[in-house]
């Protein structure tokens, strides 16, 4: 393995540490396991992570950290682009959906493995997932012509759990694209799923 510095070092443990509680799941993992698919020693990997809900929590606060820049980065580029609100908000929920199911260890690890962590380190990562969730809203209460009823935290919530579970349940080549899909839950959650008279 290439030398590496200490931040980069810990994301490369953390990312086959993803690939190993992916396949096994978080309690079945073991550090030696982890060891093992890092190729680094086990008393080599106690140098970077304390123990395995530290690599837990690092695979998911990590995450959420990127995933708030690329929502963000999303906005700005939309703003840039003088994207009316609707448009706006359709590329911000196209970079949630794609960025959740680019990684299918991660997405596993998000769906399954968040509530192994304390009650602690569950607080602080659902304090990052909370200011996902207010970004998403504040962009679709953007959206001039939303019917009043309409709460804006269902809304909200349809938008992300249906990119979440796209990925569990989803195969690239069996006749429909990631992208595709995306679009058709969008179309559909704007403007439902019977024809208009």
Do not use: C
């Not at 703003?79 to 590329?91: G, H, I, M, R």
């Not at 979440?164 to 179309?187: A, M, P, S």
């Amino acid at each position: 393995m290439l030398k590496l510095d200490l931040e980069e070092k810990k994301a490369y443990i953390a990312k086959m540490a993803s690939g190993v509680f992916a396949e096994k799941g978080y309690k079945a993992s073991s550090l030696q396991d982890v060891s093992r698919q890092a190729q680094i020693s086990k008393a080599g990997l106690y140098h970077y992570f304390k123990s395995k809900e530290d690599i837990l929590f690092y695979v998911l606060i990590k995450n959420s950290d990127l995933f708030l820049e690329k929502l963000r980065t999303s906005l700005k580029v939309s703003q840039e682009k003088n994207l009316t609100p609707e448009e706006s908000f359709v590329k911000l929920v196209q970079t949630y959906a794609n960025h959740i199911n680019n990684d299918e260890d991660k997405r596993l690890i998000v769906l399954r493995e968040r509530h192994q962590l304390s009650s602690k380190r569950k607080n602080e990562l659902f304090k990052k997932e909370q200011a996902m969730f207010r970004l998403i809203k504040n962009e679709l209460q953007k959206i001039r012509n939303l019917e009043e009823e309409i709460n804006p935290n269902v809304v909200t919530f349809l938008f992300i759990s249906m990119s979440h579970w796209l990925g569990y349940w989803f195969k690239e080549g069996k006749g429909l694209d990631l992208e595709t899909i995306i679009n058709q839950n969008i179309e559909t959650i704007f403007h439902g799923m019977l024809k208009r008279r």
